[in-house]
């Protein structure tokens, strides 16, 4: 059904923050996005030499301590609360919130986070401390005396993807609505679709929304190598990632945070706020399908960009009076698998028809990584980035065409458009599909 926009709430974005692999502040990213840089490098955070694969984008010369009041109070903090605070004070900042202005029962939270870090080193201490060799079993009582002595209750705690919430909560006085959902890859896209809604049907005023994770840790990267979906390119690691090149073999692990505010629009004029964008519409939808496979045909993607489309009142084979589809930039998925770049292609040509190729649609993954639960937070900052600076980020490392794949993936360079509506896509395994639709903000 196509919802007439003025008869619901306007919902905008107001203030918008990152933690990333290609740094923490808007600006610095979004120029680093332009020249096609990569964030890319052999992994640091642990021993990967005999993993499959061994680099990975990680965030890089941030401090938690320079985002938050009181250092004390986040002790202890996993990565991925460390990245949640550092968007989030960024978001926070810019939407003008720092003095207040806001009823505290009236803004909350809901996020698309994903677990912290497991203390994997005192973790597999304790298993092999614990092994009884003759019976080959794990002897619970010594398992228990060595986690005693190495593990610490905190840690634990803090690897809940509850956490973030908790930590957010705190640091910005937000005592309203508060969720959490971990649908894969699709995770803050959802959490940023349905902080709208609630917005839209008057449970709040102002939403803190988006996601973080980080899964650059042993049993993160060999569960994706396990599963063949990460690249293990022997070569220049910032070469690595390839969305929709012929050449393509999997993605790159990526971690950080992108956090957005979202007010409605009476809200964000009572208190003097500047709009940056307008959120016009999300859909959600499920493959039904397979755990880790996409529907072949795409009908699950497609669905998700119609139902986003139709809540934003627009059919998508219409063009305006200059005969530009409604759509002037898509923020592909775009992971660098064989299978999710070929069906999401499929999927874009389903919903818009003969006007599929004259869209600008690319992948921000081939620079920064796949952020997880974080990539749709971040790659929707980016949609709103080319909107206010009539620019679209390349496709880097796309330098052989994949004859199958015949859409404008905006290869290696930048591009200046006028962007005023763009659509955001994530697909998450277990067959999530989300998906936005924002636009140039007019009063």
């Known amino acids: 059904m196509t919802v007439e926009r003025n008869d619901r709430e306007r919902v905008v974005i107001t203030g918008m923050g990152w933690v990333t692999p290609l740094g923490c502040d808007l600006d610095g990213v979004w120029g680093r996005l332009m020249s096609a840089d990569s964030g890319m490098a052999p992994i640091t955070r642990f021993d990967a030499a005999t993993f499959p694969t061994t680099f990975a984008a990680e965030v890089r010369d941030f401090d938690v301590d320079d985002y938050v009041d009181d250092p004390a109070v986040h002790a202890g903090a996993g990565l991925n609360v460390q990245f949640a605070l550092g968007a989030a004070r960024q978001a926070w900042t810019q939407a003008g919130l720092a003095a207040g202005g806001f009823d505290p029962l009236r803004a909350g939270l809901y996020l698309g986070a994903g677990e912290g870090v497991l203390d994997f080193e005192n973790y597999a201490g304790s298993n092999i401390a614990g092994w009884d ?31 973030p919430l908790a930590h957010l909560g705190r640091e910005f006085g ?24 609630i917005l839209r049907r008057g449970d709040a005023e102002l939403m803190l929304s988006g996601g973080t994770h980080t899964m650059i840790h042993p049993l993160g990267v060999t569960g994706f190598n396990r599963l063949t979906a990460l690249s293990q390119h022997d070569g220049d690691p910032t070469e690595a990632s390839r969305p929709f090149d012929r050449t393509r073999g999997g993605f790159v692990m990526g971690e950080g945070s992108g956090m957005v505010v979202l007010e409605t629009l009476a809200h964000a004029r009572n208190r003097g706020a500047t709009p940056i964008v307008e959120v016009l519409g999300y859909g959600s939808s499920c493959d039904a399908y397979r755990i880790t496979d996409i529907q072949p045909d795409g009908r699950g993607a497609a669905a998700a960009m119609e139902q986003a489309l139709g809540e934003a009142g627009m059919t998508p084979t219409d063009t305006d009076a200059d005969g530009r589809p409604c759509v002037h930039y898509i923020s592909a998925h775009g992971t660098g ?39 749709g937070a971040v790659e929707l900052i980016t949609s709103a980035m080319a909107i206010k600076h009539g620019m679209v980020p390349p496709t880097r490392n796309l330098h052989h065409p994949d004859p199958d794949l015949d859409l404008d993936y905006v290869p290696n360079e930048a591009r200046p458009a006028q962007v005023d509506v763009a659509l955001s896509n994530n697909f998450g395994f277990g067959g ?10 007019e009063d």
């Open 133 to 163: 060799a003759e019976t080959r079993r794990v002897d619970g009582v010594r398992w228990v005396e060595e986690a005693l002595k190495t593990m610490t209750a905190m840690r634990e705690i803090e690897q809940e993807p509850n956490m």
């Open 432 to 441: 999530q599909n989300d998906t936005l639709v924002i636009s140039r903000f």
């Open 337 to 375: 698998t064989k299978e999710n770049d070929s069906i999401e292609t499929r999927a874009v040509k389903r919903v818009f028809g003969e006007l599929a190729p004259s869209i600008p649609m690319s992948s921000i993954k081939s620079m920064m990584g796949h952020l997880i639960a974080a990539a």
């Open 174 to 197: 937000l005592r309203g609505p508060a969720y959490n959902c971990l649908t894969a890859c699709a995770a803050s896209t959802q959490a940023i679709g349905e902080a709208t809604d």
